[in-house]
DNA sequence: GAAAGCACTTTGCGAGGCAAAGAGTAGAGA
DNA sequence: TCTCTACTCTTTGCCTCGCAAAGTGCTTTC
């Protein structure tokens, strides 16, 4: 087809494969520690820290810390925001693949 | 859910924006020449002629440079392997996706 | 009371994406 | 004919980004 592809209703964020990895999985299970998202996508956990980082300072997930006993557990949960940013990146995507 | 993500299913050489836009350009279209690329995807030549040269090395098209009058032209197709590379890449994605 | 384990974070480097500059050719004007 | 502009890409150089290795802070085990 002719039609214009518009790449950049693709958002940055969330086009990367850890990073929507991460979405994805949170998207479905509401939230997930670290250790799961870890051992769920089969990073690093230093690869794992880094985008979570990038995820909560964008908004799209919230980060709460607390301790279950003496060890501390991060638990991650997308926003709404990040929801919809989801959403949309999906949209776009079978916009994108619909046409074929 | 507490599926586990293969996120290494999904093809490095069509996870990027630009590549996914001219595999979905050219897997809708069955071919495709630079300029038509260019404008339907909205990037730079350079840009554009650098991913065209990963999908190339990749096998994921061909490149056929031809003479029209006297200019040139030079069109892109999809190889086997890249359809199916671009079919196997959809799917994973759906995969990750329909879980949500 | 060292040493090992847990739960992440930070650092450093190499790969990769992007646009600007370049290269090669053709036609148009002086 | 000799530049000048136009066209079609390619190459270069910077700069961001992703990744794993190293680091931090606490706890538990020996």
């Known amino acids: 087809m002719a039609a214009v592809r518009r790449l950049d209703a ?10 929507l ?3 994805s999985s949170l998207m479905a299970s509401g939230e997930s520690d670290f250790n799961f998202l870890k051992a769920a ?5 230093g690869n794992l820290s880094t985008h979570l980082t990038v995820l909560e300072e964008h908004g799209y997930i919230t980060v709460s810390k607390e ?6 557990r991060t638990t991650y949960a997308p926003t709404p925001l990040g929801r919809q940013a989801f959403e949309a990146y999906v949209e ?3 916009a994108l693949v619909r046409s074929v």
Chains 1, 2 share one sequence.
Do not use: N, T
Not at 10 to 19: A, E, F, M, T
Not at 41 to 45: E, F, N, P, T
Not at 67 to 72: C, N, S
């Open 41 to 45: 996508l089969g990073v690093s956990d």
């Open 21 to 23: 990895g991460v979405m």
């Open 92 to 94: 776009a995507l079978e």
């Open 10 to 19: 693709l958002d940055d964020v969330i086009h990367q494969k850890v990073r």
């Open 67 to 72: 301790f279950v006993g003496k060890k501390p």
